[in-house]
């Protein structure tokens, strides 16, 4: 275990594009988590779908070894997050388990709609942020003009943003420096009783369910009984480890540090991300607050082509789940399809790469519908109906009013496109206040 002053938790948070994958790639090689010769792009995108379409969809963990000019040695825990916005979730729960944020602006680009978002939620979880100014290396960057963008719309200070270019690595060792000296380490006493947050899990076919842990107090160690506070579930940990990125195990995880732990879980439901893990003899009597559980907004009905597929579709369906907690869904019969699943989504990217992994993952053949969102339908007689098929449809004479889904946006755009996207908004209805 490391001592608290020496630990670092950051997140690295950006627009698309913007170059956070390529920066892991940069601090990991720079601090020897893999020797040259394993080093490949994108090293934390290990999903087959995030490679082959060069997007971050998991965020992912890595503990690093760094020894600072002051001759200290620190462990640095980083969270690479993804930049869409329908993997927003993702990046809550990385910024759930961090101090810091490192926020990558592309200096040829400059301050882009996922930045924002980003950044406003960094800042909401209380985040020291340090600016990072990334592509230096083109001749299209411009550091000083984005810089007061920054300043300007984000309001954060830029003064000592660090300017970097993650594809040559130069500015990477100041960086380095800027974490271990602006970003706070984190609090924690291992005295307490054991209280960890749940950040993530998935399915491996050989450990079960795998969980990845951030512990707030006390101390994880092989062999404990522990309890999951919102099911109340008790299991005992089989491994302790650290991803550096490759799965390492150890001893035991102590405040402050992320890790992952295996407790030959097999029933998915025990694991609800955001839940509390406490010691089973001696538990910590206040759980965390958690997460606010997502929204779906797109929602399709998912059928296997092959009727006998229909078990496996259910079987692969909860270890996805797992995976993926702002992924849902529900058993759903159609005239036509057969037996299959009405399934909701962050997005249209998002319901792409949900089939996606069914094909590459699970080996399915499947037909989707055409994607479509809930109406509430508010009878006469005061009930409430959500309607996921037009089918259903209850008889007009019924109902008082229906209500489709609507979001108030604010739009920033440059003065020379204003009038098109104004024009855009009201051809889809929309109303500027």
């Known amino acids: 275990m490391s001592a608290l002053k020496n630990l670092r938790n950051f997140s690295i948070v950006a627009h698309i594009d913007h170059g956070k994958s390529t920066l892991a790639d940069r601090l990991i090689q720079f601090c020897g988590g893999l020797a040259d010769r394993e080093m490949k792009e994108q090293v934390l995108d290990s999903m087959e779908l995030e490679r082959e379409r060069g997007i971050t969809i998991k965020a992912q963990t890595v503990r690093l070894n760094y020894k600072s000019d002051d001759g200290q040695d620190y462990i640095l825990n980083l969270m690479d997050t993804p930049g869409h916005v329908d993997f927003s979730y993702e990046v809550s729960r990385s910024l759930a388990a ?62 000592n943003a660090v300017l ?19 970003l706070p380490s984190p609090k924690g006493d291992i005295q307490e009783p054991l209280k960890c947050m749940l950040v993530d899990s998935w399915y491996d076919s050989y450990l079960g369910v795998v969980v990845l842990v951030r512990v707030i107090n006390g101390q994880l160690t092989k062999n ?9 579930v008790t299991h005992t940990i089989d491994r302790v480890g650290i991803f550096s990125p490759k799965p390492e195990e150890i001893d035991y995880l102590g405040p402050g540090e992320i890790g992952f732990i295996n407790s030959g879980i097999k029933s998915v439901s025990d694991c609800k991300v955001g839940d509390t893990i406490t010691d089973d003899k001696n538990p910590t009597q206040e759980p965390l607050k958690g997460f606010k559980p997502s929204q779906p907004v797109v929602f399709c009905g998912m059928f296997p082509v092959d009727s006998d597929d229909y078990n496996h579709l259910r079987d692969s369906m909860v270890k996805l789940a797992l995976n993926d907690s702002s992924f849902s869904y529900e058993p759903e019969v159609s005239p036509a399809l057969g037996y299959g699943f009405r399934c909701g989504f962050l997005g249209l990217l998002h319901l792409e790469i949900i089939r996606d992994r069914f094909e590459i993952e699970f080996n399915l053949e499947l037909v989707t519908t055409a994607p479509s969102v809930v109406y509430k339908i508010n009878m ?54």
């Not at 680009?109 to 800042?123: D, S």
């Not at 130069?170 to 380095?176: A, M, Y």
């Not at 404990?224 to 109340?232: C, D, L, V, W, Y």
Request: with cysteine; glycine share 6%; charged share 25%.
């Open 164 to 182: 970097v270019s993650a594809k040559t690595g130069e500015g990477i060792k100041v960086l380095l420096e800027k974490i271990v000296i602006d």
């Open 380 to 433: 006469n007689n005061g009930n409430v109906i959500h309607l996921h098929n037009p089918t259903d449809l209850p008889d007009p004479v019924k109902i008082k009013n229906i209500e489709e889904p609507w979001i108030k946006a604010t739009i920033m755009v440059p003065d020379q496109y204003l009038g098109v996207v104004l024009e855009l908004c009201t051809s889809k209805r929309g109303i500027q206040q």
């Open 224 to 232: 404990q009984k522990i309890r999951f506070m919102a099911t109340g």
């Open 98 to 159: 961090c101090e810091g944020s490192i926020l990558i602006v592309d200096s040829t680009q400059g301050v882009e709609a996922q930045t924002l978002a980003n950044a406003y939620q960094a800042i909401n979880n209380d985040h020291e942020i340090v600016p990072v100014l990334n592509k230096i290396d083109l001749s299209s960057s411009e550091p000083q003009k984005i810089k007061e963008e920054i300043e300007e719309i984000l309001g954060i200070d830029t003064q």
